[in-house]
């Protein structure tokens, strides 16, 4: 049988590398269900565009290639900047001086970082090394970074010494970001491994707060993180559509677009 070669990828395998670069890694249940394809053929996908040098394989999903992580990261900031902004203003609004936040990874999760970085006597913990470097200018704040996986595609620190670093805090806040709100109410994320980071993070926060603009709504992630009923804040820049919004009622969460309150 004859090699294929990049110049035979199909419609379907170009939607999924759009959809990785969108992202920097696809869990492969996730792009089973975004591509509505089995398993199998997610992985037969990864493994001829891999071999094209188009994708690179990980454990349980597919990434971008060494060399254009940074610019992927800098895209997605580059998008919804000023949702991004709205969110993260309402969000610090919400957090007083003196307090111990958690801060979770993402490109919003960095524009809540520019949004604080007024406060005062901040104690601050964080799996994004961006955050701690924006955070990092205010010599008033106390930083703590977990050990981990430092991946370099978006400068976050996962894997079981991160949670484990996580279980023996306590905080008064946590900000969490999410890839995805479905319409019964659930966070989900693309990455199990940050899933799992995230949820120990929720466990060990008081308040809780997630944040999302309006393109993560039902978004196509698959990894659970949490119910809306968990979450004590959404903070999001549209209004959400009515399934959406009348879950986030349900669970007894406040609903926030920009910094007003929806009743």
């Known amino acids: 049988m004859a090699r294929r070669k990049a110049s035979d990828v199909n419609k379907r395998q170009y939607q999924l590398v759009d959809l990785v670069r969108e992202h920097g890694y696809v869990s492969i249940e996730a792009l089973a269900k975004h591509l509505s394809v089995s398993l199998q053929t997610v992985r037969r996908d990864i493994t001829f565009l891999s071999d094209q040098s188009l994708l690179e394989r990980h454990h349980g999903g597919v990434g971008i290639l060494p060399g254009t992580k ?4 800098t895209s997605r900031k580059n998008n919804n900047v000023d949702a991004k902004t709205l969110i993260g203003e309402a969000i610090a609004a919400k957090i007083p001086n003196g307090v111990s936040v958690f801060i979770d990874i993402g490109t919003t999760m960095e524009a809540v970082a520019h949004a604080l970085i007024h406060h005062k006597s901040l104690t601050v913990i964080t799996n994004h090394v961006g955050v701690a470097l924006i955070l990092n200018e205010n010599t008033g704040f106390e930083i703590m970074i977990p050990g981990g996986l430092l991946r370099s595609r978006d400068r976050a620190i996962t894997g079981e010494a991160a949670t484990e670093f996580l279980l023996k805090q306590r905080v008064n806040y946590g900000v969490f970001g ?9 966070l989900l994320d693309y990455d199990y491994r940050d899933a799992q980071v995230s949820r120990v993070a929720l466990d060990i926060s008081r308040t809780k707060f997630s944040a999302a603009d309006h393109t993560k709504f039902n978004a196509e992630a698959m990894m659970p993180i949490a119910h809306i009923s968990e979450i004590d804040g959404f903070f999001t820049d549209q209004m959400p559509p009515e399934p959406i919004k009348s879950a986030i009622k349900s669970g007894q969460t406040d609903l926030f677009v920009g910094s007003t309150k929806i009743e």
């Open 178 to 186: 999410i890839g995805s709100i479905t319409d019964d109410g659930h």
């Open 70 to 73: 940074s610019l992927a990261y």
